[in-house]
């Protein structure tokens, strides 16, 4: 594993097969390392940037398509076969579909992406998000609260909190307000929740929206990634296999 200023990477760079990982609100690229391992260990090249305002990066425009912005040379860099995104990152994975190659096929996994929120949500996601930076829990407090998730979890999950600002958090939701992203939804991809837990992503906003398969993953939680690793690469390299069919 290796890390760079703004991403951290695994694998070997002359892998013909690449994979971008994209984490959400008050995360880091660590967070990732359990997936990107397993891929890894596949033959993928693995990239996870830190988005502006986490990772120590700051910045003053935190609008969700100057974070996608911010994002575009990575795609300038390398071709990929697969883009997941979680939470906030799902959205940065629908935006920067509109500059992928049409001439190479990449898939798209989103988890639990947060479309659409209210007015009233916002305050209390902004709030709670707020919290976690401004008092950081110790990786044993995600331990007890996340018997899923394996100890490097956690210690990623504190790890996020501490190199990400209150002041991030307030200026991602109060310039993106409102909030309403259902437009995002323009590329083959999948989701990965449990909406009976974690309802950011209703199944119901897919509905109108066929190209998208929904993938329902009981017990688990926003953090699906965490939770349940195996299934959002199952389900990654099922899609990337069948755009190789296509």
């Known amino acids: 594993m290796t890390s760079v200023p703004s991403?951290?990477?695994?694998g070997s760079p002359t892998a013909t097969k690449h994979v971008?990982?994209?984490?959400g609100l008050t995360s880091s690229s660590h967070t990732w390392h359990g997936v990107a391992s397993a891929f890894a260990a596949q033959g993928y090249f693995v990239t996870?940037?830190?988005?502006?305002?986490?990772?120590?990066?700051?910045?003053?425009?935190?609008?969700?398509?100057?974070?996608?912005?911010?994002?575009?040379?990575?795609l300038e860099a390398r071709n990929y076969s697969l883009i997941i995104g979680h939470s906030v990152g799902a959205l940065m994975a629908l935006a920067l579909t509109a500059h992928l190659p049409p001439e190479y096929p990449t898939a798209i996994?989103?988890?639990?992406p947060?479309?659409?929120?209210?007015?009233?949500k916002i305050q209390f996601f902004d709030n709670m998000f707020s919290e976690s930076c401004a008092n950081p829990k110790q990786a044993d407090s995600y331990s007890t609260e996340n018997p899923l998730w394996k100890h490097e979890d956690c210690i990623a999950r504190e790890l996020g909190t501490r190199l990400c600002s209150v002041d991030t958090v307030h200026s991602v939701f109060e310039q993106n307000n409102p909030w309403n992203f259902l437009d995002y939804l323009t590329a083959t991809s999948n989701k990965l929740a449990d909406p009976a837990?974690?309802?950011?992503?209703?199944?119901?906003?897919l509905e109108p929206h066929p190209h998208i398969r929904h993938v329902i993953v009981p017990g688990a939680g926003h953090w699906v990634q965490l939770d349940a690793p195996d299934v959002v690469i199952e389900e990654a390299l099922k899609t990337v296999a069948e755009l190789g069919k296509a």
């Open 20 to 23: 971008l990982l994209i984490h």
């Open 114 to 120: 947060p479309l659409e929120i209210t007015a009233e």
């Open 48 to 74: 996870a940037p830190n988005l502006i305002g986490h990772g120590s990066r700051v910045a003053i425009d935190y609008s969700l398509s100057s974070i996608a912005e911010d994002l575009r040379p990575y």
């Open 197 to 205: 837990i974690i309802e950011l992503c209703p199944v119901k906003d």
């Open 109 to 112: 996994i989103l988890v639990d």
């Open 7 to 10: 991403a951290t990477t695994w």
